[in-house]
């Protein structure tokens, strides 16, 4: 059976414009993981940039997957097989309508934003890359926006430059404009940063790099679950983000790219699924856009559970949810700025859901250890952004991250352990 992307969109529950405040006390008993105990006390799960929990409708899927209709797609002609591939094909028309793209066939599964992103350097990079080019990637980048170039740039010879952040995280846009020139054949940043929670103007961005004819990947992995995304709006070339941060399972993620430059790129990974004709006597054709980049079984059940987070979110209202999280951020910077010695990093103007931080006299890993014994979840280190911190003299942060089930309550509990942590460890 030739490869399909099944044209008509399987009935999607609109986007709902109206964005009414969330119910939260409500949308948290789809979250069954909230209801437990850690180390006695009920959990806080702050933790949400690294992953966010799952609703059981999401969890529900793989049950309903695997008890009624596992079968390996697009090629078989029977009904699970059948099934299977409308459920995942109909996640790629959601995706397209989430990231509201031109066309699903723009829509690539890949393991999550990490693969996206080295799928671009391999494919595109490979191919469009020479030495003396430059490719723009900025102090804010998370380790999978940076190590993938380097590793090209190793082999292929070009130059990475990167774009300076202010001292409140917010990226110097005057260097940027100075940065670029007909030199730069590629910018890539992210839209979101993962350790300060800057947003940065992809927008103006993009408008910027497309004047000096480069292209431009946005790194979307923390503003995919925090507001709408509109990749046209953006003039994204490639836009990538992860399965696991949306309310989705782990493994799975999203590449979009703009259709005459996916069309023009050599395929990445070969295997099934990506060909249409082999031969040992006249060579191997490849199939059309998205399956020229899906080389063999693709992660099936984490596809079709994607499709129901996005439903989720898009349920609640993926406005509602960022306007919710930046009371909570509101609410934790002003009661965090009342800790004795506590500093934030990043305190850009428009910033998502995360709250970065460092405390004098206390380690941030005795912080994250020692508040995990109140059942408060952070996450503590160098958040795949050693660059960055280093830039900010520190090797580590404590980082609080938002998410839309979370509550005021929990804020306060989590300032209140926060402080009894800091008074143990001084
Ligand atoms: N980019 C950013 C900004 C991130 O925050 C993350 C994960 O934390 C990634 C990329 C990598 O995402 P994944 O590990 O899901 O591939």
């Given amino acids: 059976m030739p490869h399909t992307v099944i044209e008509s969109a399987p009935s999607l529950s609109p986007t709902s414009p109206a964005q009414a405040p969330l119910d939260v006390a409500r949308l948290r008993q789809d979250f069954p993981i909230l209801a437990r105990e850690v180390h006695g006390k009920p959990l ?8 966010s929990q799952t609703p059981q409708q999401v969890i529900d899927v793989f049950s309903d997957y695997y008890s009624r209709y596992n079968a390996n797609i697009h090629r078989g002609l029977h009904t699970l097989a059948d099934e299977a591939t409308a459920a995942f094909e109909g996640t790629r028309h959601r995706v397209r309508a989430f990231l509201n793209a031109e066309d699903a066939r723009q829509i690539i599964f890949t393991r999550g934003t990490t693969e996206a992103i080295n799928l671009v350097a391999q494919s ?3 191919k469009n890359l020479a030495p003396g080019d430059e490719v723009l990637i900025s102090m804010l980048e998370h380790h999978s926006n940076i190590v ?26 005057a260097a940027y404009r100075a940065l670029l020139s007909e030199r730069t054949k590629l910018v890539a940043v992210n839209h979101v940063s993962n350790a300060f929670g800057t947003v940065n103007p992809v927008q103006e961005m993009a408008a910027l790099a497309h004047h000096q004819g480069a292209v431009i990947l946005v790194d979307g992995a923390q503003a995919a679950p925090h507001q709408v995304v509109d990749v046209q709006a953006i003039d994204a070339d490639f836009y990538a983000f992860s399965g696991h941060k949306v309310y989705g399972p782990t493994g799975v993620g999203v590449l979009y790219g703009k259709q005459a430059l996916l069309e023009a790129m050599p395929p990445w990974q070969g295997g099934g699924e990506m ?14 856009i998205p399956h020229k980049f899906e080389a063999g079984t693709p992660a099936i059940a984490e596809v079709i559970a994607l499709g129901r987070a996005l439903e989720w979110m898009e349920s609640v209202g993926v406005s509602a949810i960022g306007a919710w999280e930046g009371q909570l951020l509101a609410h934790a910077t002003q009661a965090a700025g009342r800790i004795d010695g506590l500093r934030i990093l990043g305190t850009a103007p428009d910033k998502a859901a995360v709250l970065s931080f460092i405390v004098d006299g206390a380690h941030s890993q ?61």
């Fill in 44 to 51: 806080i799960y702050l933790d949400n940039a690294a992953t």
């Fill in 124 to 126: 595109w990079g490979r």
């Fill in 148 to 173: 993938p170039w380097q590793l090209l740039a190793a082999e292929i010879g070009f130059t990475i430059k990167v774009i300076p952040v202010e001292a409140n995280g917010t990226l110097d846009l």
């Fill in 275 to 288: 060909i249409n004709t082999v031969s040992f006597d006249v060579g191997t054709t490849f199939a059309a």
């Fill in 366 to 426: 005795d912080i994250g250890l020692l508040i995990d014994q109140l059942g408060v979840a952070i996450r503590t280190g160098h958040h795949c952004a050693q660059p960055l911190l280093h830039h900010f003299g520190v090797d580590a942060t404590c980082r609080a991250s938002f998410a839309a089930y979370n509550t005021l309550e929990e804020v306060d509990r989590f300032i209140e352990a926060l402080q009894r942590v800091i008074n143990m460890v001084r």
